[in-house]
């Protein structure tokens, strides 16, 4: 898998053979990264289930002041550590975790939240994906935009709207953003 935008265009990135994971396509990042906007210097992002970090090291190379890539599979977490050794990614934090856990335990408040959990979380629990969602509106800043992928069209939980939508064979993804209260 490549970066395809930013100061590490190119540049290769390894990851764990694990089942279920799958990055992102090139595509379907390109579709993104036009949404939000090819630049995202002084951003604050977080990955949660980040997997191979395509997205998150994305945002990163396209100027993030701050990218934290969230995962609890140790062996994908030492890939993405070892990805950002070599990358000499500064803005890079790597943080092994569950993503509930993580949400419970830090604070921040980020721009542009990657949310993209295994499709099997999808069909075994999607309640938990919904929770996760009810908890991120503490954790953005005003007119932040998160990402989600699915295998399926996601149906949003009351206080989520979607801003784009988009497929690209089996990988649903919308950008979407928490409504005023």
Known sequence: MRIIGGQWRSRRLRFADL????PTPDRVRETL????????TGLRGLDLFAGSGALGFE????????I????????AVEALRANARALQAQSVE???ADALEFLSTRRGAYDVVFLDP??????QAPGEVASLLSRL???????????LESPATAQLPQGWQA?????????????????PK
Request: charged share 25%; proline share 6%.
């Open 94 to 96: 790597v943080v092994h």
């Open 163 to 179: 801003v784009k939508r988009g497929r690209a064979g089996a990988v649903h993804y919308q950008l979407v953003e928490a409504t």
């Open 137 to 147: 509106p503490e954790h953005l800043t005003p007119g932040a935009r998160v990402y």
């Open 59 to 66: 945002a990163a190379s396209r100027g993030a002041r701050e």
């Open 33 to 40: 990264f036009n949404w939000l906007g090819q630049d995202l």
């Open 118 to 123: 295994p499709y099997s979380l999808w069909e």
């Open 19 to 22: 089942p279920g994971l799958r």
């Open 68 to 75: 934290i890539l969230v995962e609890r599979d140790r062996t």
